[in-house]
């Protein structure tokens, strides 16, 4: 019966047969009618090839030469010729049963021929002077990269349908005039919250076909079509969180379905640990946590945005923390333990900035950048290692030292902070003095205030502020993060300081009280 | 008479001719360029005109290499010896090839925060550029000596806070 409608037969009329009144077309994604008459030539049915191409914005070429059409249109790239049952589908042959005619200057081509070309199915209606066509979907694929894209390929581009359904959470899309032509109708995804697409052909009367994605819990998604495809995609998720406690520290690991990005946040009033995950889904069901042991009070998860997505999860604490985190992979490890208010077993590396062939900037009268960085380093780590930090400096002589390097040297010895020591300059402006501290996360924040106002203090240079920049040192690296700008070599008040030893020492104790403040002082600012 | 008139007609021709072809050839166009502000804590926005045409981008850098008016109380940015080997633009990205001065300071945050924000905020003020990418003598390198990453295309967003509100 189906197939009675699908393919039209049309009974026998008399060599051609014209009509008068215009015919309208459905296809799929769009209806529209033809000025063209369609015409009736040997019981077969003939449509305005041209027409119908603009009205699917095809790329047309005429090779009047040879009789011959070229266009592009749905991805496919065909060829036909006038008169000639063979034809050009991307560079394959292959054969129509009716071949493309010229009648009164048109080209016109059976609708069986052109259905073969393009792929699609059709009916018409007579009596109304309708012609629909409905596409097939032929391929159906899952890419799981960065993110999960469902890509459905069409041989006619399509109108949708979107439905969000709730127990079991669910995504249903019907795709209009459709007929499903894959022999797969269930594909396992598994990823995070994302279990299983199921496709099926919904309803015949209209042609509807529906895909199902069963989910675990509700996530954003985007669809889009372009041509004759459609996609559905959804960002990387959180698939898990997980926790352990051994002693005093709890570790908090929480799993990616690809690498996450993450920007961590401390706040006070009550003491919690922010993380915000961009372009990021929340696949989790369970919402809470609850861990009431050692420092962490629990864990709270949620979908904090959506368009841009921001997945953000809440570590609420019972005081105020000593966080360290780990990136891995797919993976983030966060270790919590109870601050302590000394610099007992804190883990501090210190960068003297530049070495090596690097000078760093070079003062008027000659003053080296590279050497008087290391000189307040070395002076530093004399304080902090007198009172029972463990220092690490990322060089103790004057040798290259890579950036990336320094980086790695922080990350892989999971210090607690980071310090590089720099001084600053510019050329163009010699009258510029004073001290500045950078930073770039916000969780460093409060280490570059602590450090600023300990060492303007101390060494009563022009305070220039705390400030937010790039530098590969204190960005790549997974802990509060500075980078301290002394004094300008540039300037020659600040020039005659840095050659002076007393100043150095100084300096380094200003530093020093400032990681002191840090480590023990609760009156820190708090982060944004 | 009629010799005096003829000429007379002749040297207003000539004038208003070299007029218009100034105006066509030698057209100016007003752009922004980036400074520090005497402090040197903020980067300006600075209004000059800069020889229009197809060497618009680079005549802008060269303004910028060459600084502000001294009684505008700016402050340069950029080395006076820089040279631009090369500008080229492709899907709104601006390649520009430095000579080796643009390195040569070796280190100082707020001399490489200037150097890289005004280059990066003056060209993207112009239309068809969104990005820069840095080139030092044709090659790119990863880091600045300070460590700002260079390697990929620099968008303005990152750099507008520099901008004095």
């Keep these: 019966m189906r197939f009675k409608i699908l393919f039209f037969l049309i009974f026998l009329f008399q060599s051609s047969f014209c009509f008068s009144e215009p015919w309208k077309f459905s296809t799929p994604s769009q209806d529209f009618e033809i000025e063209f008459v369609p015409k009736i030539i040997e019981g077969n049915f003939y449509i305005p090839l041209r027409e119908i191409l603009d009205k699917f914005s095809a790329e047309v070429l005429w090779h009047n030469k040879e009789k011959k059409l070229e266009f592009y249109v ?28 010229i009648l009164e200057g048109e080209i016109f081509i059976s609708l069986k021929s052109l259905s073969e070309i393009l792929g699609f199915k059709y009916y018409v209606d007579m009596k109304n002077r309708f012609i629909k066509f409905i596409t097939l ?12 894209q469902i890509n ?48 099926s052909q919904y309803s015949t009367i209209p042609y509807i076909t529906r895909l199902v994605i069963d989910l675990d819990v509700p996530l954003n998604f985007k669809i889009f079509s372009k041509e004759n495809r459609i996609t559905i995609e959804f960002n990387k998720q959180i698939k ?17 379905t690809s690498s996450l990005i993450f920007i961590p946040r401390e706040y006070r009033e009550p003491w919690r640990l922010v993380f915000d995950f961009p372009e990021c889904l929340l696949g989790i069901k369970e919402k809470e946590i609850k861990i009431e042991k050692g420092i962490v009070k629990g864990v709270r998860m949620s979908q904090f945005q959506i368009e841009p997505d921001i997945a953000r999860i809440v570590i609420d604490l019972q005081a105020r923390s000593c966080c360290k985190i780990y990136p891995e992979d797919k993976e983030i490890l966060i270790e919590i333990s109870w601050f302590t208010p000394s610099l007992n077993k804190k883990v501090v590396v210190i960068d003297p900035g530049h070495g090596g062939r690097q000078n760093g900037a070079i003062s008027p009268s000659g003053v080296i950048e590279k050497e008087v960085n290391l000189e307040i380093a070395k002076n530093l780590y004399e304080l902090l290692t007198s009172e029972g930090a463990f220092v690490i400096m990322t060089r103790t002589e004057d040798k290259e030292v890579t950036l990336e390097d320094r980086v790695s040297i922080a990350n892989l010895n999971r210090a607690d902070i980071f310090v590089s020591i720099h001084n600053n300059a510019l050329p163009s402006n010699p009258a510029i003095r004073g001290t500045e501290t950078y930073y770039h996360t916000p969780f460093s924040k409060s280490l570059a205030a602590a450090i600023q ?7 009563k240079l022009p305070d220039r ?26 300037n020659p008040e600040d020039e005659n300081l840095l050659k002076d ?17 840090y480590f023990e002082n609760e ?6 | 008479m009629k010799k005096i008139i003829f000429l007379i007609i002749l040297i207003f021709l000539g004038i208003s001719s070299f007029f218009i072809f100034r105006k066509i050839y030698l057209r100016e166009v007003p752009v922004k360029l980036y400074f520090y502000s005497e402090d040197s804590r903020y980067l300006v926005a600075y209004p000059v005109k800069v020889k229009a045409g197809k060497n618009l981008p680079l005549n802008i850098l060269n303004s910028l290499i060459k600084g502000p008016e001294k009684n505008s109380n700016l402050v340069p940015t950029l080395p006076k010896n820089l040279k631009i080997l090369s500008l080229k633009i492709k899907d709104k990205i601006a390649y520009v090839n430095f000579s080796k001065d643009l390195i040569s300071y070796g280190g100082g945050a707020t001399y490489e925060i200037g150097v890289v924000s005004s280059i990066v905020l003056t060209l993207t003020e112009l239309e068809d550029i969104e990005g820069v990418q840095f080139l030092i003598e044709g090659e790119k390198i990863k880091y600045l000596p300070e460590g700002t990453e260079i390697f990929s295309p620099l968008k303005r967003k990152i750099f507008e806070k520099y901008i004095k509100k």
């Design chain 1, 137 to 148: 979907i032929n391929e159906i694929e899952i890419a799981k990269g960065k993110n999960v």
């Design chain 1, 240 to 256: 898990e969180v997980t926790y352990e406690i051994s002693e005093e520290t709890v570790k908090i690991k929480i799993e990616g």
């Design chain 1, 501 to 517: 030893t007393e100043f150095k020492k100084k300096t380094a104790l200003g530093i020093f009280k400032g990681i002191k403040e």
């Design chain 1, 465 to 490: 502020g705390i400030k937010v920049a790039g530098f590969v040192v204190i960005k790549k690296t997974n802990m509060p993060a500075v980078l301290v700008e002394v004094a300008y070599l540039t």
């Design chain 1, 523 to 528: 009156q820190i600012i708090p982060s944004e």
């Design chain 1, 74 to 101: 749905f991805k496919k790239r065909v060829i036909i010729q006038i008169e000639n049952k063979n034809f050009l589908i991307d560079g394959k042959e292959k054969i129509l049963t009716f071949p493309p005619v």
């Design chain 1, 453 to 459: 106002k300990r060492l303007t203090e101390e060494i």
């Design chain 1, 152 to 199: 459905i390929s069409l041989t006619l581009p399509a109108r949708y349908r979107i439905e969000k359904l709730q127990s079991p959470e669910r995504i249903v899309i019907d795709i209009q005039d459709s007929i499903l032509d894959v022999e797969k109708k269930i594909y396992e995804i598994e990823e995070g919250a994302i279990k299983i697409l199921r496709v």
